[in-house]
C-alpha cells in the first residue's frame, strides 16, 4: 500500500475529509520522529512498538508487533512458555542476560576490593 492508498483507505474507514487524514498522517510522522529523536518509543494501539536502536553502531528502528496483530497475522507469539526460565519465568536470552550482567557486575565489585 502506497501513501495515496493509505490515505484513500482511511479516508473511507474515518469519513474524515482527505486533507484532515493528511494532516494527522503528518502530524502523526512528527511527533513519532520526534519521540525517536528522543531516545524514546512509541506504541500504537493494535499495531505494536517502535523503537530506536544502536544496530552495528548506527541507528535502527525496531518494531515489535502487539498481541493483537500477531494473532491476526498468525505470527509466532514472542514469549511461548516453553522457553521461559522454570525459576524466573523470564524469556531464555533475558534471563541468560541478566546472568552475564550480574557476572560483570560481581567482577566489578570484586575488583574494587
Not at 492508498?5 to 487524514?21: H, I, N, T
Not at 498522517?25 to 529523536?37: P, S
Not at 505494536?48 to 535502527?60: E, I, S, T, W
Not at 524469556?91 to 570484586?110: D, G, L, P, S
Request: with cysteine.
Amino acid at each position: 500500500m502506497n501513501c495515496k492508498e493509505l490515505v484513500r483507505a482511511l479516508e473511507d474507514e474515518s469519513q474524515l475529509p482527505k486533507f484532515r487524514v493528511e494532516d494527522i498522517l503528518v502530524a502523526l510522522a512528527d511527533l513519532c520522529a520526534e519521540t525517536l529523536e528522543q531516545g524514546g518509543g512509541f506504541r500504537l494501539a493494535g499495531i505494536g512498538v517502535f523503537r530506536l536502536r544502536m544496530h552495528g553502531g548506527k541507528p535502527a528502528i525496531n518494531f515489535y508487533a502487539s498481541q493483537e496483530m500477531r494473532e491476526r497475522l498468525k505470527l509466532a507469539n514472542i514469549k511461548p512458555d516453553a522457553e521461559a526460565c522454570p525459576a524466573c519465568a523470564k524469556r531464555a536470552n533475558k534471563a541468560a542476560r541478566q546472568r552475564r550482567w550480574e557476572e560483570k557486575k560481581r567482577e566489578a565489585e570484586h575488583g574494587k576490593n
